[in-house]
T-cell receptor, first 113, second 110 residues
Framework: DADVTQTPRNRITKTGKRIMLECSQTKGHDRMYWYRQDPGLGLRLIYYSFDVKDINKGEISDGYSVSRQAQAKFSLSLESAIPNQTALYFC????????????FGPGTRLTVL | DQQVKQNSPSLSVQEGRISILNCDYT??????FLWYKKYPAEGPTFLISISSIKDKNEDGRFTVFLNKSAKHLSLHIVPSQPGDSAVYFC?????????FGQGTELSVKP
């Protein structure tokens, strides 16, 4: 089984709908991250969490919210989806301050019509 | 303002030759640099990293070089193989976060 899983893998929705993307990990890592990938822009950080009680905005948090329900679960919500939120979304985890490597999930392809 | 830049969107190399992927950064506070590889329909996977206090790190066919004075790092793949064809992202670490470049798509032709 994969260490970092994301659901759904693909989603098509309409403008104005509320969408939740879920991330679960079995690595036992404290730190979790949400990124979006757009062509030509690389991966940009949306939100991150260093533990269950810690939530921080990233580079592009407007229009998004997150919930850290447990150490293993970190959800990303689009309160009212708009077409320019069409992108690939990745969740990642990291063990702690000593190691810099982040482990990524397989991604969710979101299309907002 | 893009703090980490990969100025070449694509690179094509013949199998067996060297692939050199480049990355420039602007923030001298970055303490670690990483390279990730991404295949279509998959998440990025970690490839190799280097601390800001080093100038070279090697792992098999992959070597990363860091030139702090020029704020430049590069990834060398020798010899290149068709299975290396993927998008490569460089990333810089700072305050527990990673800042990614735009990516370079490497195509290794048989």
């Amino acid at each position: 089984d994969a260490d970092v899983t994301q659901t759904p893998r693909n989603r098509i929705t309409k403008t104005g709908k509320r969408i939740m993307l879920e991330c679960s990990q079995t690595k036992g890592h404290d730190r979790m991250y949400w990124y979006r990938q757009d062509p030509g822009l690389g991966l940009r950080l949306i939100y991150y969490s260093f533990d269950v009680k810690d939530i921080n905005k990233g580079e592009i948090s407007d229009g998004y919210s997150v919930s850290r329900q447990a150490q293993a679960k970190f959800s990303l919500s689009l309160e009212s989806a708009i077409p320019n939120q069409t992108a690939l979304y990745f969740c990642a985890t990291r063990t702690g301050p000593t190691y810099n490597e982040q482990f990524f999930g397989p991604g969710t392809r979101l299309t907002v019509l | 303002d893009q703090q980490v830049k990969q100025n070449s969107p694509s690179l094509s190399v013949q199998e067996g030759r060297i692939s050199i992927l480049n990355c420039d950064y602007t923030n001298s506070m970055f303490d670690y640099f990483l390279w990730y590889k991404k295949y279509p329909a998959e998440g990025p996977t970690f490839l190799i990293s280097i601390s800001s206090i080093k100038d070279k790190n090697e792992d098999g066919r992959f070597t990363v070089f860091l030139n702090k004075s020029a704020k430049h790092l590069s990834l060398h793949i020798v010899p290149s193989q068709p299975g290396d064809s993927a998008v490569y992202f460089c990333a810089a670490s700072w305050t527990g976060k990673l800042i990614f470049g735009q990516g370079t798509e490497l195509s290794v032709k048989p």
